[in-house]
C-alpha cells in the first residue's frame, strides 16, 4: 500500500491500525467515528440483581475492561457489589481479555477461562466449546452494541442469553475529523475507507446528514474502495447503499489489515 493513504475510524485500536498501515508504506487519515458513552441504568441493575438473588446465573462474560469497570462503579454507587461478588464466585467467568482480566482481579473474582490472542469472539466460544450451557443463565457485558454473534452462538447451546449495557457507542464529541474525510473523500484524496464496526458507518453517515451531503458521500465512497471487517459490519453499510470491497475472513484485525495491503498494493495511480 505504498504512499496510499486509509482512513481510519476505528476509536480504540486506531493507533494499532495506523502503525500497521505506516508498516506497509501507508498514510493513515485518522477520523474516531466512535466514543464511549456511559449507560448504565440504576434501576435495571437493582432489578437485575434481585433477579439474579432468586435464579442465580450459571455463567459470567466480560468483554471489555471499560463496561467491566462501569458494571463495579454501579454496583459501588449502589452497595450491591457484595451481593455481585457472591454471585460471581458461585458461577463460572469468562473475560475477553487482558483489559477486563485486570479489572476483575483488582476485586478478587476467579477466572475460570479466558480467551487467547487476539480476544475476539471466536477465541471466547472456543474456551466454551465443551462446556455444557443447556438452561444456563449467562451474562453478557455487552460492549458499546450488542454482540450478535456471540448471543446466536450461546443460544445455540441452549442458553439463556441476560445482557448487561454498560456503555454505548456515540458520536465523538469533535466530529471535525470525520467531516475532514468526508472532505477529502470527495476531493479523492482517500484511497481506502476502512470500517471496523457497524456503528462507525452509522455515524459516519449522521455527520453527512447534518450539513445534507449524505448522497454526495455515498457517491464518493463509489470512487473509493471500501473494507469491512466482518458480516455485521457489512450488513450496516449496505443498508446505506455502500458497496464492499473487501470484507476480512476471518473478521478480525490481523486478516482485516493484511487484505487491505494486498487490495491497495494490487492498485496503481
Known sequence: MK?????ILESRARDQMAGLVRKYGGIPFLAPALAE??????AHIVALMHDWSATPPGLFIFQTGVGTRALFSATDSLGLTADLLRLLDAARVVVRGPKPTAVLRARKVHIDFAASDP????EVLAELQD?????????????????LELQAAL??????????ATYRWGLPEDI????RLIDAVGRDEIDL????SASQAGNLFAV???????????????????????????????????????????????????AINRALSNTHG
Not at 132 to 140: C, I, S
Not at 155 to 160: I, L, M, P
Not at 176 to 179: T, V
Not at 220 to 225: A, F, G, I, K, Y
Open 155 to 164: 443460544a445455540s447451546k441452549g442458553a439463556e442469553v441476560i445482557e448487561i
Open 131 to 147: 462446556t455444557p450451557l443447556r438452561g444456563t443463565r449467562v451474562v453478557v457485558q455487552r460492549y458499546g452494541e450488542p454482540n
Open 176 to 179: 471535525a475529523p470525520l467531516q
Open 193 to 196: 475507507v476502512a470500517f471496523t
Open 208 to 258: 453527512a446528514k447534518r450539513t445534507n451531503v449524505e448522497a454526495t458521500l455515498r457517491q464518493s465512497l463509489d470512487r473509493t474502495l471500501v473494507a469491512s471487517i466482518g458480516p455485521v459490519c457489512s450488513a450496516a453499510l449496505r443498508k446505506l447503499d455502500v458497496r464492499i470491497d473487501i470484507e476480512a475472513q476471518p473478521p478480525k484485525l490481523g486478516p482485516f489489515m493484511d
Open 3 to 7: 504512499d496510499k493513504t486509509v482512513a
Open 119 to 122: 480476544f475476539t469472539t471466536h
Open 37 to 42: 458513552i456511559p449507560d448504565v441504568d440504576a
